[in-house]
T-cell receptor
């Protein structure tokens, strides 16, 4: 059981640069989620995939953010023209499917925008 | 999304039971009560969930009030490894799959 993995674990970038994060879900999990967490707060939902289809997006996901899951396996989250307010922990989770199924989280990618 | 209310922080001694409360007075009939926890520098981790009846698993027990307006997560013997933020989340499986986290309860365990 390899669990959910995320890469990189840490990313430091300058304001205005683009960044891309990768999430590898647990094998055969058809649902994949992205959350964002700022210091002292609980995670906030960003978006959700069922296989390769992006089924729900939060209002937090501005047009600078884009997420893909091209083959229904791994997913990428790209942030264009980063801003200091984008500094946060980006968490990925996956779940097997079914009503109210349990989500399994990865360790997160910590983004710092200077 | 129905709201939950949890204390900001709690403290426990090692090897003693811990009762973490959660109020959810606006819970609907189809909302499940989920608990996740987040250890330092890690992603959240599923603990337990229930609908109406009390639930037990290897990690914890969940006691649900008869009117379902509150619940309590019970750690039977706290260890230092249980120090984490504990989140109580209401989830209606008919209305999407996202988790809506509040601020949670910071549990500190003293040795």
């Amino acid at each position: 059981d390899t669990g959910v993995s995320q890469d990189p674990r840490h990313k430091i970038t300058k304001r205005g640069q683009n960044v891309t994060f990768r999430c590898d879900p647990i094998s055969e999990h058809n649902r994949l989620y992205w959350y964002r967490q700022t210091l002292g707060q609980g995670p906030e939902f960003l978006t959700y995939f069922q296989n390769e289809a992006q089924l729900e997006k939060s209002r937090l996901l501005s047009d600078r953010f884009s997420a893909e899951r091209p083959k229904g396996s791994f997913s990428t989250l790209e942030i264009q023209r980063t801003e200091q307010g984008d500094s946060a922990m980006y968490l990925c989770a996956s779940s097997p499917g079914g009503r109210g199924d349990t989500q399994y989280f990865g360790p997160g990618t910590r983004l710092t925008v200077l | 999304d129905a709201k939950t209310t949890q204390p900001n922080s709690m403290e426990s001694n090692e090897e003693e039971p811990v009762h973490l409360p959660c109020n959810h007075s606006t819970i609907s009939g189809t909302d499940y009560i989920h608990w996740y926890r987040q250890l330092p520098s890690q992603g959240p981790e599923y603990v337990i969930h229930g609908l109406t009846s009390n639930v037990n698993n290897r990690m914890a027990s969940l006691a649900i009030a008869e009117d379902r307006k509150s619940s309590t997560l019970i750690l039977h013997r706290a260890t230092l490894r249980d120090a984490a933020v504990y989140y109580c989340i209401l989830r209606d499986p008919e209305y999407g799959n996202k988790l809506v986290f509040g601020a949670g309860t910071i549990l500190r365990v003293k040795s």
